[in-house]
């Protein structure tokens, strides 16, 4: 009987060291596994970022070393400024960055899923079984002291496997399996990429389409000159983006309108014509004496009324290039001050011009010479964010004409003209 026992307590030793052969090799593969998926995030690379959002920071990271990183984008921290210069690899970077934020980072599938660090999970503990769990019957009676394992194996929904090993004597094995323990709802297993770039509104190029009316002192009118808003332009621009500098290029189609009333009346040449008023006498012994009481009034030769009740109008093909600069800008609203120049060629001119009384039956547009208009032009405008790549564009400016409109004319005819624009601009 002693023979029998002590061939069975060997058997059992056998058979204990094949399973704890098992179990060390399996521990060897899951503990290579991370180290591999993560030999590309600890590869050295050399970043200098510098006053920049911490979503174009990871947008960054995860061109240069095709990591896919998943992340509530309405967080405002995503919004907040980094400055971080160094060498090391992108697993230090990411721990110093995140750290800094309040983040925390964790691998789910093919995902680097970013959570604040509330949220993390809680340690998992791992439950130990009392010596007083082995009951009397399980010890031999023998002076023969040999092994005895305890494995207690937690399977989580990571797939990490941990092990608590208690040596004990005898060669009892006990193999407990803890229930899967639920993550928290806010990190989910991403199936698939997930990940999309914001519109750059820093940098690239933008499209702006624009209507604006005009109030304008257009008048080729003698004593007839004032403000008026019978005038508009329309335009597209073509944007430079550079960070807070905004560089337009862009034609524009600018009309110019005057309602007018006007009276003259011309006399020309003529003389002086005598009228009798009255008449009277007096006598004189026999004689009679007539008195004329007379008057005289000059008679023209030629005499002209004219009376003017008309439009007078002209438009230009107008080359604009200006340079903005953002005063003040957020996620949704942008403010800006502008400066630019223009040159403008005339497409088309009708009415009559008064130059003074004069010339009190006018002068056809036809028959005088306009300039090429030249300009410079100011303003203050603000860009409001409509959706992803479209914003809402509005801006007041001040256009100042120096050179005449019309050569050699008799009074100064330099137009002056505040504008209100109201646009959209399209982000490529």
Known sequence: MLLNRNTYFRQLNYTAHAQILCLTLSCLVFALTPVLAQSNAQASITYNFQNEKLSSVLIKLSEAKGLNFSYDANDPVYDERVNYNSDESVEKILDHILTSKGLKLKKIGNQLVLFKAAEADDTQQVEAVGADAITQSDISATPEVVSRYKIDT??????????????????????????????????????????????????????????????????????????????????IDAVKLANRWNFSLGLRYSHFSQQFTQQYSVSTGGNYQTDTIDIYYTVVETDTSWYYVTDSSWMPLDYKEYNYERSNAIGYLVLNLAASYDLYRSTNLRVYSKVGGQVGW?????????????????????????????????????????????????????????NQLVKEYEFDNKLNAIGLKIGLIYYF
Request: aromatic share 12%; proline share 4%; net charge negative.
């Open 154 to 235: 937690v399977f989580i929904q990571d797939t990490i496997l941990r092990i608590d090993t208690l040596r004990i004597t005898d060669t009892v094995f006990i193999e407990k399996e803890k229930p899967e323990k639920h993550t928290p709802t806010k990190i989910k297993d991403i199936p698939v990429d997930f990940f999309q770039k914001e519109t750059n509104r820093d940098n690239g190029w933008a499209g702006n389409i624009f209507v604006a009316p005009l109030l304008s002192d257009f008048s080729l009118v003698k004593n007839n000159v004032s403000f008026s808003l019978r005038n508009f332009s329309l335009g």
């Open 346 to 402: 005339l497409l088309y001119k009708d009415g009559i011009a008064i130059p003074d009384e004069a010339h009190a039956e006018g002068v056809n547009f036809s028959d005088l010479q306009f300039n090429t208009s030249y300009a410079l032009s100011a303003g203050l405008g603000l860009k409001s964010r409509m959706t992803d790549r479209i914003d809402f564009n509005t801006e007041l400016y001040y256009v100042r004409y120096f």
